[in-house]
Nanobody, 123 residues
Framework: QVQLVESGGGLVQAGGSLRLSCAPAGRTLSTYAMAWFRQAPGKERVFTAA????????WYADDVKGRFTISRDKPKNTVYLQMNSLKPEDTAVYYC????????????????WGQGTQVTVSS
C-alpha cells in the first residue's frame, strides 16, 4: 500500500470553488484508478469521482456531475478534484484512494487512503 496525502480543503461560501490535490508520499503511483470519496458527519463514505490512471477516463456520482472534475497529472503523480458551484450539502471530509480490485464505486475496492481533507461550504 502507498501513503496518500491530500490537500486543498477549506471553508468556502456556496457557489464557490475549491481544488483538492492528492499525491503519494515517496512512491510512484501504480494503480488502475484513483478516486475521491467523501464522508459527511454521521454518514457513510461515498463515491464521488474516479479516473482511470492510464487512459484518463472518468466516472462521477450523479450529484456532482457537471460541477466536479477529476483529473490527473501523470508526471507529477498527482490527482486533482476541481469542485465548482459548491453547495452546503457538499460539506464533508474528502478522501483520495488508490484502486486495488473490484468496482470503482465501492470503498472496499481501494487499498490505500489519504488522511482526508475537510471541505466546508457555508450557505
Amino acid at each position: 500500500q502507498v501513503q496518500l496525502v491530500e490537500s486543498g480543503g477549506g471553508l468556502v461560501q456556496a457557489g464557490g470553488s475549491l481544488r483538492l490535490s492528492c499525491a503519494p508520499a515517496g512512491r510512484t503511483l501504480s494503480t488502475y484508478a484513483m478516486a475521491w470519496f467523501r464522508q459527511a458527519p454521521g454518514k457513510e463514505r461515498v463515491f464521488t469521482a474516479a479516473i482511470h490512471w492510464s487512459s484518463g477516463s472518468t466516472w462521477y456520482a450523479d450529484d456532482v456531475k457537471g460541477r466536479f472534475t477529476i483529473s490527473r497529472d501523470k508526471p507529477k503523480n498527482t490527482v486533482y478534484l476541481q469542485m465548482n458551484s459548491l453547495k452546503p450539502e457538499d460539506t464533508a471530509v474528502y478522501y483520495c484512494a488508490a484502486h486495488v480490485s473490484g468496482s470503482i464505486y465501492y470503498a472496499p475496492s481501494f487499498g490505500s487512503w489519504g488522511q482526508g481533507t475537510q471541505v466546508t461550504v457555508s450557505s
